[in-house]
């Protein structure tokens, strides 16, 4: 109920007028006939940032919900909930490259040329989810002897740098991790357990490899596999091997960090771990979807121009195929899924630490 | 490539500051602290108005190439790729709901009562296609006392009436079906051919009905059952019949255009007719997708806030389910199915009907 | 790794070939040309049926965690995981449609006689999903004289009816939610704060009314609207007048459980209502995806055979239109929108239980 | 209606029986407490390959409508309905991959060690298709030491190498598009119109360039950029660079079928290369697809297990992510986009051949 005597309308409250009145045509002012196609290519483009601000809007919201020394626990569940509406956004994000799909590339052709220099690189608002994710400038694929943010009117290139500054979701992240009060329970030594679980769970593998019916060449095969992969638990078990790696480049994610999303995987079927669990799974099922839309776009661009060679020297597709998979910001989440051991060769929690992890209020009590 | 020398930009060619300039919340401006949800709310209906504009414009194209004497034949295969395009276009709308859902009714109530008594019934593009489609005042199922019309701008109201009165798809659709020139191919009565074949098939039919292991009890149902199918194709074998039902309102399409469809839908994969069946077609998964986005509108409806009874004095969700089938325009069209016969039943093409209906164009000719 | 020397192989284990030597058609073994299309029939046909057996396993799993006196905490976000990938199962059931509908109705009429009178209506595995989900035949909308179950082999009849006098999902959930220990916390008296808190809101929405700028006409109309809106509450606030509905057949869900999905609805922010709340949004999610399920299939049949005649004595397509909604099983969820308020009309919980329904486990105790 | 008196049941008539015992759980069957996920595991693989199957049968079809000496003009519709159908099969294929993201790393472990040393790169049927569509081994990105039939059992082996040395659907592809009659008509030589065409519009575009504002760094870099696209466009204006690219790899595509691909694409308006336009736009849309489903594929195994390495020496997601490009078989498709022209430098079609490319049946003609 309106809180004034006004009397509000549909068509005024979503200023539709300002909204339908944004479609100018270039080969319309060229003074030719309107390109049909024309019009989808602006509208398309316009609903796209029109989604950007609603995910800028979301993910501000929660940058500001963690960007803080202790996260109200309430706030896993409220950020939880809009990182799923980011990720339902972002299904339509790819699902309207289909859209697009329809205009040929001779459609195309008819009002391309009035577009240039012209480009989606010089999407401000994209640039921005970006950052706010985590992505800064050292990640990014170059494309062309210039930074991207030259492509941006000065200000905007301003504003992003700014943002890069700041806490994105990804340091937010970190930090939260960080400060989880789990990996030490009392008198439990979650790594000292875990340990002891790997060496026992690679002996076992190497020990079945050996008895089986494969000839010899494919047992080495395998069991050369089986220490490549050992390599990558180290990381966990040897924190100066983490700080290598982390040096080099493979890895982003700090140590502590990496074992409390560990320990969050591990035991993420305790109450109190549920909600960061799914607050983990949100943040990689979104860093996917963009990664899944970059790469629609990509071929979305090869069926439209083909791989003509840009301004940046080589092909925009193959430029944009190649940074789907660059620009991926949680990779070390990804990661996570190759320590893993399965529930059965999981050290069980002390019964009292247990209990801890679960809810204090139980029907008993009422 | 320009054909000035003007620098395009992405952000100026798109007019974003104008686009994102366009979200005023509400409960923003009520002096109150915002209802985070609102954004969605306003950006989502944003988005839905930008891709109405689209279906309009792909609309009005398609009924500017049929609305002539003489349909050129190239435009057939332009008009279906542009219906496909409003189809996809359909399919993010009916996917967006996804989105809209991620908000609940509880966050929804944060800024309900400021957009009140604004609706979506009061949306003039939706409008402006229903009646662009071919539906008007008189097929719609009434809200409330007061006619659809009176929700609208008094100017857009106007508007909606000079659309009503002008052809709309189907009437443009009606017309081109009744001047194709298939129906008598020089000796050869389609009509003639069809009616004998229909006979036979129901001959048949109750033939294998009386020979089956049924008990008697079954078998009567099934042939009250295959008695009371054929009435259907009476409305064609009879043209007075199909008078009556389309004086009753059980039938909208003229006899002449059903008895053309029929043809285009029993010899479809001749090549002359393979465009108009791919065109009948896209109608009908058009005219298909506004049903299920209206449905998927009333679910929503119903989740968001319930059975309400709305000013219409009954719920919204109750309304718009039941306007969901009432509004359909090319029911028509699906009735066809019921007329089919099987293709081994057919009349078959005289071979000189068959030569007329190919391409001229061999490469034996070359 | 295999805890035996066997050499496990892709084909073997998913058992390929007793899949792919499942599909026979029947315009095959009459010895006439195969109809192409059947292929496609049968297959499609096996992946739903193969979906409904997943489906059945998940249910079967969150059934069995909550039919016991005290639900395990820790299974609710079990159960809500399973849930979530029914809901995904389904999204896939509906976009499989769209494969459907690739099959004109022409090219099934070429085998539609050979598999006469099998139907759609006796797939087993679909009536044990409605079955568990708590639909039971004297829900059921009616089709033809016999009741549903006569369709199905006869020991499949038996084993739909222990089904049905086992507890469904339904009956589960309304366990569940009357032994909430939320109702009374302490000294607070949820139903006296909310009953004032609606009376309030219901005083303030007639002012604003009586105060606006509408005629007086449209005044009256909102009145009225009002008034019969209150009727909803009355439901909660008034234990007889639920009784009442109760028996009319209105509502299902009893007094008890109405009130703690009320509670649970309006108090979602609180850490530990968060799970109970995700719960019973998937419930809701899931129920509505049945709905929508059912409401395509009814589109397709449309397109398919129009609107023919069944045995049931009205067209197929009108059968299962209504049915969509009339099956919905957990409508009284919906109907939990209807009685939300807005949050800052909510009753705030007194701090001591607000410390109750938070975590116990803090940072600060470690 | 049945052609004999046995009753058809829906239960018998797919098979139900032996479709859904064909679920045997590995951790089941080792004594354990069968794991959870391992039922998803099995159906949605049993799902892929039953849709594989449906795949197989469609492109079976096309092949052999296209593998003869001249195409039936009427199967280009019908071969591009049954690609479209693949289409929508692929959209389920893709959108199924949310289903398995709903399984956790955490729940896989749970019975993955029992599937050793099984992997889905032995799907026999998935091979076929492949190979059906022109995928060879030498194209291949090579996995571990050995070539990849030697996964398969060893008479599926055989099988494969026999379908890669038939005809494929590119080779029945580019057979059909050397044939097309169209590069000569009467007087019109295409290609000589077409070469002039593109050096006026490589012309014009330098002589905007050097007008423009840019400075002149700027201006170079497009200038280099116009020039190494002009190469493109060589490849087709000359026969004997075309054949170079050929014998490097870089194009497959035989020059004659290059050309009649690209006058089909610049012409495609014509009502007689309507048809063959849909077709090609669908063998893209379907390549395109596949390498869509590669790339989800790849994106869930990285959720799934990370980046462990596999035998074949790299990780299965890097192997597969730059598989997904590199197997993409219609890639000379997308490259005619490279080469097409704006309508409105195409050189006009003289009349009488415009007239050849018309449909013969006009309604003045009845």
Redesign the interface.
Known sequence: ???N???????D????D???????L?SEK?GRKPA?EE??F??????Y???F??II?ELS?VVRMFNVK?VD??N???AT?RL??VI??Q??LV??V??LE?????DF??FR?????????????FRQIEAMMGLEEEHRLRY??KPYHTQL?SD?AGEIQDLEDADSLFECMENWLE???FL??GDFEFLKYYKQAVEDMIA??KK??Q????DQDEKD??I??LE??SG?YEMVLDESKHAEMQASGQVRLSYKASMAALLI??Y?????L??PFNFL?CL?DMD?MF??WR??HA?MV??????????G?SSGHDYL?NAA?QHQVFKDL???????????SLPPLPTEIKQ????????T??
């Open positions: 109920m309106a809180e005597d006004r009397k509000m309308h549909y068509h409250y979503l200023h539709i300002q909204i339908l009145s944004a479609q100018v270039e060229a049909h019009m989808l602006i509208i398309i483009h316009q609903t940032e029109l989604w601000k609603q809007h919201s202790e626990e309430r896993i569940g409220v909930g799923r509406r339902e956004i299904e339509v699902s309207q289909r859209v329809t205009m040929t590339s001779l052709l008819e040329s009035y577009l240039f220099p012209a480009s989606g690189f010089q999407s401000f608002q062309g002897p009117h905007q400060r989880t009060p030490h329970l076992q593998e079945f490899i008895v089986s019916t494969m095969r395998h050369a596999m490549a992969n990558y995987h591990l993420r079927d305790e109450p109190i549920h909600g799974s990689k996917e990664t899944t790469y629609r071929q090869l069926r439209m121009i083909g791989r003509k060679v840009g301004t020297g195929r998979s990804y990661n996570i899924s190759t320590l893993l051991i399965p529930r059965s801890q992890l679960g809810f204090y209020f139980t029907s009590d009422v």
